[in-house]
């Protein structure tokens, strides 16, 4: 049993390890895909509009994600204790 506790364990933290490296990455993306299209903006209209998109597709994915990985972890945390919390409960 302590095998498989293990394995649980290793599985959710892959998870979220992997969850937390793809939110960076496609951040990075987002963000250097904004730079570059600034770079090109010739009036204010345009900074404020595409500043604008920018900060609402941002925030979106980060409260996307930030829930994803926040149930990841809600999942990693009730496998963990499960084994500890399992001998307190009546048999």
């Known amino acids: 049993q302590v095998m498989t506790d293990f ?3 290793q599985k959710h933290l892959t998870a979220i390890t992997t969850a937390q490296t793809e939110f960076a990455k496609s951040s990075f993306e ?8 600034l770079a090109s903006v010739k009036s204010p209209d345009k900074f404020v509009e595409l500043t604008t998109e ?3 597709s941002a925030q979106e994915t980060f409260v996307s994600e930030a829930t994803k ?3 990841l972890y809600k999942t990693f945390a009730q496998e963990a204790f499960k084994p500890f ?3 307190f409960l009546p048999k």
């Open 69 to 71: 990985i926040g149930e």
């Open 7 to 9: 394995t649980s364990v």
């Open 30 to 37: 987002a963000s250097k895909a904004y730079f570059q299209n």
């Open 85 to 87: 919390t399992s001998s």
């Open 54 to 56: 920018y900060a609402k």
